[in-house]
C-alpha cells in the first residue's frame, strides 16, 4: 500500500523525460517539472486504477478471516490465505499488463513502515503476567535458541560449500547471515496461526512461550543478521577456517552488547514518556495528543536504535512493554481505548501487506528470471538444517530450563518440547533479510527463503492444531499458577510500587483512607488525588 501510494505520488508529480532537464531547465520550474494537459489525465486515471486494485485486494484479505470463522476451516491458517491472494492477484496483473514487472520487496519500506505497528501492537497488547511468568523459557529459546540455530545452520551451509555439497559462489560472512534470517520465527505467521479459534484450548503457557519466542527471536536473530554483516570477515571467497573460528567470536561478544544496547533504549523511552503522562495530568483532557504522543515514543525509540546500529524491533518490544505498565495507565480513558483500537487495526493492515507481497513474489519467482533463480540442492539443503537446528535450540534449552528449575510447573516436558519445535513458522523478516545480503548468489538465497517460508506457513500452521490435540496440550492445568507467580513475587512488587511513585502506572496500593469508587477504578492513584485536591 505504501509502495503503491508513493508511485502515485510520483506519477503525479513528477515526469523527467531527460536526466539532464533538471540542470538544464530556465529557472521557471526550478524543482520538479509536472505533466499537464493530456500526459496529465491519463497518469491520473491509471494510478485511480491502481489505487483502486489495491484497495480491492486488501479489502478481499481482509474478509478472508470472517470467512474461515463462518465456514470453520479453523485449520487453514490466514497467512497463507493472504499469500494465495496474492499469488492471483500478481498472476491476473501479469495477464493484463504483461510487459511491467514488479519490483522485491524494499527492505527500508519493509522495516520503517510494515515492521513498527506489527512490533508495538504485540508488546501493548500483550499479557505481562502470563509473558514474565515463562520469561525463563522465553528468553532462553530466543536468545540461547536462535544462537544455537544461526551457528548450526550457517556453519553447514558454509561446510557444505567447502566440501562440494552444493554449488554456491558465498562468503563465509553470507552464510552465517543466512543461518541468522533462517533461524527466526516470524510473530506474524505465528500469530496469525496460533491466534485462530483452533487454538483457544491450547495451553495458555506454551503459547505465550511460541508468541514471546518469535516476538524476540526476531530481533535477535536481526542483531545476528548485522553483527555477522559489519564483524571483520575476511573479503575472500573461500577463507580459512581458523579465519572463521576467530570472527565467531568476536561477532557473538558484538551480538551481546548490540542486545544489551537495545533493551536499554527500549527501557529509557518507556520510562521517559511514562515519567511525563504521569507528572503532567492537564495531558489528559487532550487525548489526541496523549495518543499522537504514545506512538511518536516509541516510533522514535525505533529510530533512535537503528540510528545507534542497535535492534530497533527489541528497543521499540522493550519500549511498549514499559509504555503498557506504566504510561498506558497514566492515561485518559479515550486516548487508552483508542491507542490499543488503533495499534490493533495497525498490526494487522501491515500484515496483511506483508503477506500479499510475498505471495506477490512467489508468482514472481516462478516465471523466467534471471535474479530469482532456484538452487533445489540449497533449497533441500537449508530446509533440513532448519529442522536441525531448531531441533538442537529447543533440545539444548530444555535441559537448561529443566536443569535450573526447582518447580516443577515451569519445566518444559518432551511434548511441549515436541511442540516448540515444529511450531516454527518462518515468515516475511528472514524474507526481507535474505534480500538484503550482498552476495552475488543472492537471488539463490531469496528464492530458498521464500520457499521455507511459504512450507512453513502452510504445513506447519495447518498441521499446529490437530498436533496439540495429539500430544494433549489442549488442557490448561498449569496457567493460573504460572500467569500468577509474577504478581505473587514479593520483590518485583516492592520494586514497582517504588517505580509507580515516579512513572504512575496500574494501582496496587491503596492508603485505607482514600476509597475509590467504580468510575475511578481504571485512573492512577495520583491523578485521582489530583482531581479531587482540584475540586476541593
Not at 238 to 263: D, R
Not at 271 to 296: A, C, N, Q, V
Not at 437 to 445: E, K, T
Amino acid at each position: 500500500v505504501a509502495f503503491s501510494a508513493l508511485k502515485v505520488a510520483v506519477n503525479a508529480t513528477m515526469n523527467f523525460s531527460n536526466p539532464q532537464d533538471l540542470a538544464n531547465n530556465d529557472g521557471t520550474n526550478e524543482i520538479v517539472r509536472t505533466d499537464t494537459g493530456k500526459d496529465a489525465t491519463e497518469n491520473h486515471l491509471d494510478d485511480a486504477q491502481v489505487a483502486m486494485g489495491v484497495v480491492f485486494v486488501l479489502f478481499l484479505a481482509l474478509l478472508c478471516e470472517p470467512f474461515l470463522e463462518r465456514t470453520k476451516l479453523h485449520f487453514i491458517p490466514i497467512s497463507s490465505c493472504w499469500i494465495i491472494i496474492g499469488a492471483v492477484a500478481m498472476f491476473v496483473k501479469y495477464k493484463i499488463d504483461p510487459e511491467n514487472d514488479t519490483a522485491l520487496l524494499n527492505p527500508e519500506i519493509f522495516f520503517f513502515l510494515l515492521v513498527p505497528p506489527i512490533i508495538f501492537n504485540a508488546g501493548y497488547a500483550l499479557d505481562h503476567s502470563c509473558f514474565f511468568g515463562n520469561f525463563k523459557a522465553i528468553s532462553a529459546m530466543a536468545f540461547l535458541g536462535s544462537l544455537i540455530s544461526a551457528m548450526t545452520i550457517g556453519g553447514f551451509i558454509y561446510g557444505s560449500t567447502q566440501w562440494g555439497l552444493i554449488d554456491l559462489d558465498i562468503k563465509p560472512a553470507h552464510c552465517f547471515m543466512f543461518g541468522a534470517l533462517l533461524s527466526c520465527t516470524d510473530p506474524v505467521g505465528v500469530m496469525s496461526v496460533l491466534n485462530a479459534s483452533s487454538f483457544s484450548k491450547v495451553d495458555k503457557n506454551i503459547k505465550t512461550i511460541i508468541i514471546g519466542e518469535s516476538i524476540l527471536n526476531d530481533a535477535v536473530a536481526i542483531t545476528l543478521f548485522k553483527t555477522f554483516e559489519n564483524a571483520a570477515w575476511s573479503q575472500e571467497k573461500g577463507a580459512h577456517g581458523s579465519n572463521v573460528h576467530q570472527k565467531v567470536p568476536y561477532a557473538i561478544a558484538q551480538f551481546i552488547y548490540t542486545a544489551i544496547l537495545s533493551v536499554f533504549t527500549g527501557v529509557a523511552f518507556g520510562l521517559g514518556s511514562s515519567s511525563i503522562s504521569h507528572r503532567i495530568y492537564w495531558l489528559r483532557e487532550y487525548p489526541k495528543i496523549e495518543l499522537l504522543g504514545t506512538f511518536f515514543s516509541a516510533y522514535t525509540c525505533y529510530c533512535v536504535a537503528e540510528i545507534t546500529e542497535a535492534s530497533g524491533m527489541l528497543s521499540m518490544f522493550t519500549c511498549c512493554l514499559v509504555l503498557s505498565h506504566y504510561h498506558k495507565h497514566n492515561m485518559s480513558e479515550t486516548a487508552r481505548t483508542a491507542s490499543m483500537q488503533l495499534s490493533a487495526v495497525a498490526s494487522l493492515i501491515s500484515e496483511v501487506v506483508v503477506y500479499l507481497f510475498l505471495g506477490i513474489t512467489v508468482t514472481r519467482s516462478l516465471r523466467t528470471d534471471e535474479i530469482l533463480l532456484y538452487n533445489n540442492n540449497l533449497v533441500l539443503l537449508s530446509m533440513g538444517l532448519c529442522l536441525l537446528g531448531r531441533a538442537l535450540a529447543v533440545f539444548v534449552v530444555g535441559l537448561v530450563i529443566n536443569g535450573t528449575s526447582n518447580d516443577r510447573s515451569e519445566t518444559l516436558s518432551i511434548a511441549e518440547r515436541f511442540f516448540l519445535w515444529f511450531a516454527g513458522v518462518r515468515g516475511a523478516i528472514p524474507f526481507a533479510l535474505a534480500v538484503q545480503i550482498p552476495s552475488m548468489v543472492r537471488g539463490q538465497l531469496v528464492t530458498a527463503t521464500l520457499t521455507i517460508v511459504i512450507m512453513t506457513t502452510l504445513a506447519n500452521g495447518c498441521l499446529t492444531a490437530p498436533l496439540a490435540t495429539l500430544l494433549g496440550l489442549t488442557s490448561d492445568p498449569k496457567s493460573p499458577a504460572k500467569a500468577t507467580v509474577l504478581l505473587n513475587a514479593g520483590l518485583w512488587t516492592e520494586i514497582d510500587l517504588v517505580m509507580s511513585r515516579y512513572f504512575g502506572g496500574q494501582k496496587r496500593v491503596v492508603a485505607k483512607s482514600f476509597i475509590i469508587t467504580d468510575e475511578e477504578e481504571e485512573e492512577p492513584v495520583q491523578a485521582v488525588l489530583y482531581r479531587r485536591k482540584e475540586s476541593r
